[in-house]
């Protein structure tokens, strides 16, 4: 189950990782702003804006990274808080959105179902 965990994670890793090249390397494109609902005008105003929220997004993930390579090295305790600290925040982000906005289910829990997952199952792995 650790490494169903684990994996999960990752998932949610990748995920964010797409997240910050779209809001960082990608904000002004044409599927981008398609992907947010953003018009051109705006997409130049919250530039700045995404580009370091989107850099939020990455950091969570590298901390889940980190914690899958800890745990691999065997330091189970460091890695499993690394990603319980990651994908708990990523959760948490999930909600924020759905609840500032109740239209953005789809995102939130594109944002949040995967890192969830990977919270429980390593969570009872972990307990096993």
Avoid: C
Wanted: no cysteine; net charge positive; aromatic share 8%.
């Amino acid at each position: 189950m650790i490494v169903t965990g684990l994996v999960l994670a990752g998932i949610a890793a990748a995920i964010h990782m797409y997240i910050f090249q779209l809001e960082s390397l990608a904000w002004t494109a044409p599927r981008t702003r398609a992907i947010f609902g953003v018009n051109a005008q705006d997409a130049e105003i919250t530039k700045p804006l995404a580009f370091n929220q989107g850099f939020y997004n990455l950091f969570l993930a590298l901390m889940i990274v980190a914690g899958i390579v800890a745990v691999a090295l065997d330091h189970r305790a460091v890695g499993a808080t690394l990603v319980f600290a990651g994908a708990g925040s990523m959760v948490a982000a999930g909600l924020v959105l759905l609840l500032s906005d109740p239209r953005k289910l789809r995102p939130a829990l594109i944002q949040l179902v995967a890192p969830l997952l990977g919270i429980v199952i390593l969570a009872i792995g972990l307990a096993v």
